[in-house]
């Protein structure tokens, strides 16, 4: 078999290739046509379905995007929904992955995304594969998110292969898009918060353009001397303003971990020193960030979950920066941020994001 998937049949293998390691070997390719071969026509049974994101045999309900290089190529089975590529691509713009499939490059994946996705999620996807984290391929909303990868690309790729490309959906989506999106995040609360950060107001973000993700900051030799860690990386700092943000999920300080051990005194003794060794070193974090200059604010799920709970820490943040020395707060965000309607609007919207199924009917993802 011989297929090129795209769309959202795309993006499930390249997850599952990236948390397998066998996108390290992804090679540059052609645009296949479609080959059932050793098969003599298309069936949903010669599917790898579960690799493409769905849970069964794909349908015309639950279709396999397809990408074509000529009309004549299509497969006709009722289960596939063709994109045909008759020019315009930079050359490059193909994975093959193994024998049988291949996927369009990050870049091309991302602008056919945008003819799909709304703008908030395709921001998401920006992050994750500008990031180090990769969620799942069948349920990306709320399971398990794999973290410690290697970018897929980054935001300057994405542009450039943009602006090579002629007459192609999405471009102009896509652009919009790159506008909110930062490289290296590492997590995908932090791209979510990142993204909150950068997106205009009109969107229901923040409009707070100038950020970096998981930026070192090296310490003064007066305290790396003295013991201290030699640099610090904050989640998210703010390039205008002496502030930053960590996220601080469940698992950081994993309570849950001390409940199981209760019953076992050497579990419990190992869970407590380690949950008091993460305190100590982030209380330490938050020392070493201050003595250069900068407050790192924690930003917690229940922040993100409780109604307006962001829009507190970002004005908090703000309100920290301007007695440091920084721009004023009225300076840094516009009024239009504080309007009652827009602030319900932009909690329905972070609701829309969070990683829980109450989300689905809210929005995007």
């Known amino acids: 078999m011989r297929l090129c998937v795209n769309k959202l049949s795309a993006l499930a293998l390249l997850r599952h290739v990236r948390v397998s390691g066998e996108y390290a070997s992804a090679q540059v390719c052609g645009l296949p046509e479609p080959d059932p071969h050793p098969q003599h026509r298309w069936t949903a049974r010669i ?6 994101g769905l849970s069964d045999p794909p349908s015309s309900s639950r279709p ?46 991302f602008v056919e995304l945008a003819t799909i996705m709304k703008p908030a999620a395709l921001g998401l996807l920006g992050y994750e594969l ?14 398990k998110v794999t973290h410690g990868l290697s970018p897929v690309t980054d935001v300057a790729s994405i542009r450039s292969f943009i602006e090579e490309t002629h007459r192609l959906s999405g471009t102009n989506a896509a652009r919009r898009a790159l506008l909110s999106i930062e490289d290296n995040a590492w997590s995908a609360m932090e791209a979510t918060i990142a993204l909150l950060l950068k997106k205009p107001v009109t969107e229901h973000g923040y409009g707070i353009r100038r ?35 960590n996220y601080d999920g469940r698992g950081h300080l994993d309570l849950e971990s001390v409940a199981a051990a209760a019953e076992n005194k050497d579990e419990l003794g190992r869970a407590l020193a380690s949950l008091r060794q993460k305190y100590v070193d982030d209380r330490r974090r938050d020392r070493e960030l201050a003595a250069q ?73």
């Open 130 to 143: 500008c990031g180090s984290f990769c969620r799942d391929p069948l349920n990306p909303r709320s399971g």
């Open 293 to 365: 200059g900068r407050i790192v604010m924690s930003v917690v799920s229940e922040d993100l979950f409780d109604h307006g709970g962001l829009d507190i820490v970002i004005l908090e943040a703000l309100m920290a920066s301007e007695r440091l020395g920084g721009p004023r707060a009225k300076d840094v965000l516009p009024d239009e941020v504080w309007d009652p309607e827009e602030t319900r609007a932009r909690q329905r919207l972070i609701w829309s994001l969070l990683p829980w199924e109450g989300g689905e009917s809210l929005g995007p993802c």
């Open 47 to 52: 599917i790898p379905h579960q690799l493409l």
């Open 211 to 245: 950020i970096h993700l998981n930026e070192r900051q090296d310490n003064p030799w007066e305290l790396v001397r003295r013991g201290c860690a030699n640099a610090r990386v904050p989640d998210i700092v703010l390039d205008d303003c002496p502030v930053g943000f």
């Open 64 to 109: 396999v995007y397809v990408a074509v290089p000529s009309k004549g190529a299509r497969p006709l089975a009722s289960f596939f929904k063709n994109t045909l590529y008759l020019s315009g691509l930079p050359e490059g713009s193909f994975l093959r992955l193994g024998e049988s499939l291949a996927i369009p490059c990050p870049e091309l994946l």
